[in-house]
């Protein structure tokens, strides 16, 4: 049989409404056009991210029930730590309640003014946690990242002479090295074991702990089980364990390949580094067994971590994206090629060669996609690096939550984009009305700006 389906069945059902197109009008307006402000009731098909926004299986909730809510040394920490150890190698996790949590957490201790942090490409969040500790965050991702229309592999890879290069010029200045798998900035792209491993090579070399971001290490090692040469067909947590084992440390935001709505990790090796990690999620997160996180909570992370690395899962999740990709290709609609594992980036400024990235194409996109269809997706443009910078590239990410869409849903959006594309000379560019310093996107205002204004 040919026909792909979604490897499971729905027992829970939300019901979903599609506003009227005056009403979508007055939605955009309200919020300045961005779509961060829009209640989630007012989105048909909300693709802004795919970070907390799964379904949990029924295991997950039955896992639930069995929380232990002990201050110290409860039952679920216990059920977690036994989880995180047979997935990733790691002995003594310390959870936390998401991702950026960890950054936090991590950058207190090892950041700190005049040091330098590289990565394949930092997430903006984990720029922003390096940066407000008066360190510098610096990209080394390879040279084909740039160009959407590049169909390398492993286009989330490091550039490892650039990485040599770095350590050698700031030596002591690295505190670690991060990588992050899949490249979130790259347009969800995957990293392969034979780069994971020479870059752990060149940190260890240069006397560097190397680290990874491991949001979405299923996803990454199923790219590498699909697409890296002596992979093919081998056990898909066989892979991931051994990304693992090639780092001193890892941060984990678990509203990924955790599947769960809420949760994080931070792993490391170093048992002083762990240890004064670990003074600092106690006086701001909660103690180590569970760092802001209720029981239940760990108790669902603890299937979540297992569940992910089902290859039945593996391999509806990564065809999904590839699916609202090559359709997006075949209408003439260029995204970031090969499609990503949790997304699919569409390249804005071919979609709107009209508009200079001062005018915010991609964001431009976001909001003629939500008036047109409702949908909502997400800019990573000039939008998110704002105050007047602008990004390499203009993206709109159209983010899929795990287990949540069926491929009827996912027609409408492909079906949506395609109308928007046949009518795109009428998109508008914008201005910033007001936005703040960091991480501006989230909660900047917008207007549209009339052609003949430029
Ligand atoms: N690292 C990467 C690569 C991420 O994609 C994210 C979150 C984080 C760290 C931070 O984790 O959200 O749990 O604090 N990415 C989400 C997204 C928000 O939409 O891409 P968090």
Redesign the pocket.
Known sequence: MKTEFEPFRIKMVEPIRLPSAEEREAILQRAGLNLFRVPAADIVIDLL???GTGAMSAAQWAAMMRGDESYAGADSFERLREAVREVTGFDEPLPTH????S?RVLFEVAGGAGRVVPNNAH?D??RANIERTGARAVDLSIPEAADPTSRHPFKGNMDLAGLDALLAAEGARVPLVFC?ITS?AAGGQPVSLENLRAARDVCRRRGVPFFL?A?RFAENAWFIREREPGQRGRPVAAIAREQFDAADGA?V?A??DGLVNIG?LLLVRDDDLRRRAGEVLITTEGYLTYGGLAGRDLDAMAVGLREVLDPDYLRYRIGTAAYVGERLLAAGIQIVEPPGGHAVYVDARRFCPHLPPERFPAQAVVVALYRLAGVRASEVGSAMVGAGGHAPLELVRL?MPRRVYTRAHLDYVIEALVELHARRDAIRGLRVVDAPASLPHFTARYAEVDPEAG
């Open positions: 991210t795919d970070s998401q991702g950026r949590a950054e997430f969040t984990t992050t979130n971001d949001c941060i935001s509203k990924k994080g983010a």
